[in-house]
């Protein structure tokens, strides 16, 4: 005579709350990561771009898009004000009389150290929580 036990709903509630503990730690870290980024655009824009304050203010974080390990974070004018977006747009790209002065390909550039580590370290904490 043995005992006998069943783990697969342990086993299935386990997977999930992994799951979704895994999913929490990602996006805490991909926000982490843009933080970064957002850092450095909104200093390139401050001091390569400013002009109202409006292009400024509008710089945020977007909202995570995606799935699993193909998630992504917009960084960059989050305006509803059409004018502000393309004001964005002008100024990064140009137009057939102005020069595009870059600064979202710079910025990215410029914190993509920064941003990994932030990552990284905020993947760490979150997995020694």
């Given at each position: 005579?043995?005992?006998?036990?069943d783990f697969s709903n342990l086993i299935s509630k386990l997977e999930n709350i992994e799951k979704k503990a895994s999913k929490?730690?990602?996006?805490k870290a991909l926000k982490a990561g843009g933080e970064e980024v957002l850092k450095e655009l909104k200093n390139e824009v401050r001091s390569k771009v400013y002009d109202t304050g409006e292009l400024y203010e509008s710089l945020d974080l977007g909202p995570i898009k995606g799935s699993g390990t193909n998630k992504k974070i917009l960084i960059g004018s989050q305006s509803s004000d059409r004018s502000v977006v393309e004001r964005n747009y002008y100024n990064e790209h140009g137009t057939s009389s102005i020069i595009g002065k870059k600064h979202n390909k710079r910025a990215f550039n410029n914190s993509k150290d920064k941003a990994k580590e932030a990552i990284i370290v905020s993947?760490?904490?979150d997995l020694k929580e």
């Open positions: 005579m043995g005992l006998e036990f929490e730690i990602s996006e993947i760490r904490k």
